[in-house]
């Protein structure tokens, strides 16, 4: 006779279409939080809420925030569970642009050969239907002495401004052994991956003004500094040639890479081939002195993500805009603070902006990178999960990325993240086309499953 | 009994209201040649048709060339002419954007105080209806023994790109003595001028493209070249500390500035106060060694009309983007050429841009230079116009725009231009809240009612 756990996975993959299905519905749901024209984000909540109830989530709730709803959910086994996990996700995806590089428009979902296409698909509406699908999977077999609680926010994509409050708020409901955050990435197809380090963010809009208005750029051309060149200027000078940010202090606290890490990741099934293939860049840039692995992991960076000035349509206008704006991001590593990094890029602004134009800084967003234990036994369950569904030891990864919400839960509940999770470098999240290869997802299902049942054996 | 001299400036000031009426209706014509949603040229070209034969020109035609049409006009009087003059003018307008920043919609005309604004109201709209004011003043008296010719073309906002074509086709139709380019303006208001020199112009697309799409800035920041950064550092080193353009020969061909000229503008009635007050900086810029009004007539500049890269809406998103765009453009003095310049841009582009991206330049537009005689007996003929209009000798001007036809005329003509016009520094063309003032308008349209008048007395 089939054991329990076998009975689960048995179901999950009786539900895989069913599961398909689902994630269709999700996605077309808009949830650009940083959208106004996208941002259907409480009818994402509700249908997740509706989602959770299918499941067998006894209790589920919707909290306002200031900015978009929060779902939350919770099941309590029949048995005194053994411990209590605290399922996190985001209902909200990227923005959409730029629509035309879409080859089919990113709320409607399809599928072509194993890959299904849409925005969310891997970021990460794919991901939160395959953890609701391994819980619904362990449900149905109804033995298993695990409690679980399920928080699902709608603007991770713009820096979960309104999460804090809400942790700080709801400290005794939220209660858990460790969260369970299923955002991150595998390094390769075929490589299970358990990420331990997430690098922070702060995100910037400096905008530099000139003129009072647009000038004629032959009336005035010679006069006045032209503040897209100001700005270009300014962010020019943000790099040396050694690809080194110059902000004053901006490298102060970034800890060293340690031995074993940096050996881990020359190992990697990683080279510069491979971001070179993921990228179409015919040359890698960085930062002098580490490998791209490193630089990508545990190496701080500035991005420029967007810059608008003066006229941009079809054939020329030849104006001297009046003012100029870039949108402005760096990804920090251990032990930088954004706080630090806002006054490092004032402080630079202040040193370098010349007096012939003024400009405005806003900071949009920015959390503290962080770096999780490697050695728990909850860790170790998920190793084996992924071992058994894979065939292959799981790699313990640092990634580039930024989630809020692993610095915060730390900071405000003293819990730890367990962060894993089925995207694949080319599922092109946070750009167009995106999209998640569905037997790796598949997998990703039954390891969840297998997860469950080997933290309770563990525990045995 | 009243000269009729004094018969046609009287006819011109009766007809002021429907001259102001005719303007309001050429407004409300959007004619914009570089953007596709606003350029209802064909219409502004019939409407211009209309008007000559109202004005009682009796020979009116219109052109078809690969861009918009051309509007032709041929009056010739009864005895037989001392002088033909070729009128020129355009239809078009430049671009409305930033929209916002009109305090009223740009093609809905309104008069506040002496002020009347809207789009093309100063560059070109107004002179254009001050011209044929004036000739149909004169033709109201039916004995000046002067040919006119017209000619109004809809494309010069973006480079008169298909009038060289029309010229040599033409330049039988269009012989003349001179032409009369009403396409310039004065230095300040009661100082009325005589503009003998214009910058060329040269525009440029340039892009930059790095990785095959927008990329996540957490997984890939560190480990390709920005292609925005890349851009700025592109564009900041076009220019040196000092206010210099370093594309290799940029300044080969650059002529000095000859003792009388510089003489002239130390002592024109415009400073860098002046600048500051028209321009709203606080400090200006510019190339060293030179005075702003310098700066403007005589030297070379490179300006950025416009930047664009990846995520410019609300809010944050970090991507790295796949490319990024600028507008470029030269404004050149004699004897630069804009052949040269491209190929120094190129020159420049090859030997700076890195490895790490691929760039792509398009030449948007490119004409010379042009000074024109500033001694002959028809200039003479105008200046005593002015002269006698607004009670001051006019200033001898270089302006620092650039006008296609005048280096086109000479070119494929043979023809010197004389270039005046009445709108003002303050009027803001090519910018929002485009405007003319109405008694500088109106004193205009005496004067060159006078000039005509000058002319065949001269002649005489």
Not at 22 to 45: C, G, M, Q, Y
Not at 346 to 374: D, F, N
Not at 380 to 400: D, H, K
């Amino acid at each position: 006779m089939a054991s329990k756990r076998e009975m689960a996975l048995t179901y999950a993959r009786d539900n895989r279409g069913r599961l398909i299905h689902d994630l269709f519905e999700f996605i077309r749901i808009p949830s650009v939080s940083a959208d106004p024209d996208w941002n259907t984000l409480e009818n994402a909540a509700s249908w997740i809420l509706q989602r959770l109830k299918a499941a067998g989530i006894q209790k589920t709730q919707i909290f306002q925030t200031d900015g978009p709803p929060i779902v939350y959910g919770e099941y309590q086994p029949v048995q005194s569970p053994i411990c209590t996990v605290l399922l996190y996700g985001h209902y909200d995806v990227q923005p959409i642009d730029p629509l035309v590089e879409w080859v089919s428009p990113p709320f409607e979902p399809h599928i072509k050969g194993e890959e299904l296409f849409g925005r969310g698909a891997s970021d990460m509406k794919g991901q939160i239907i395959a953890s609701i699908g391994a819980v619904e999977a362990i449900l149905s077999q109804s033995n298993l002495p695990i409690a679980f609680k399920f928080l699902f926010e709608g603007e991770e994509e713009i820096g979960s401004p309104n999460l804090p409050r809400f942790l700080q708020e709801q400290r005794n409901l939220l209660g858990c052994d460790f969260a369970l955050v299923p955002d991150t990435g595998m390094i390769a197809k075929d490589t299970p991956t358990i990420t331990y380090g997430l690098r922070g963010l702060c995100c910037f809009e400096l905008r530099v003004f000139g003129p009072k208005s647009d000038l004629h750029s032959g009336q005035y051309g010679g006069v006045v500094h032209n503040p897209a060149q100001a700005l270009c200027e300014l962010i020019a000078g943000m790099h040396d040639s050694e690809g080194r940010i110059t902000l004053p202090g901006f490298y102060d606290r970034v800890l060293p890479i340690s031995e074993d890490e940096r050996k881990i990741w020359s190992e990697l099934p990683q080279d510069d081939n491979g971001y070179k293939a993921q990228t179409g860049v015919k040359q890698l840039w960085g930062e002098r002195g580490f490998s791209a692995a490193e630089r990508v992991r545990v190496r701080p960076t500035l991005e420029v993500n967007g810059l608008l000035s003066g006229y941009t349509g079809n054939g020329m206008k030849t104006v001297i805009p009046a003012c100029a704006m870039a949108k402005i991001s760096m990804r920090l590593v251990p032990d930088q603070d954004p706080e630090d990094i806002k006054r490092q890029l004032i402080a630079y602004l202040e040193q370098q902006a010349p007096e012939t134009i003024r400009w405005e800084l806003e900071q949009m967003a920015g959390h503290p990178p962080s770096v999780v234990e490697r050695w728990s036994p909850v860790i170790q369950s998920l190793a084996q999960a992924l071992e058994t569904v894979w065939y292959t030891a799981p790699v313990f990864e640092r990634e580039g990325s930024s989630i809020p919400i692993v610095g915060m839960i730390k900071k405000y509940l003293g819990i730890e993240s367990v962060m894993t999770g089925f995207s694949l470098p080319e599922d092109n999240i946070h750009a167009p086309n995106e999209k998640i290869h569905l037997p790796t997802w598949g997998r990703g299902i039954d390891a969840l499953v297998h997860f469950f049942y080997n933290l309770v054996e563990k525990a045995v």
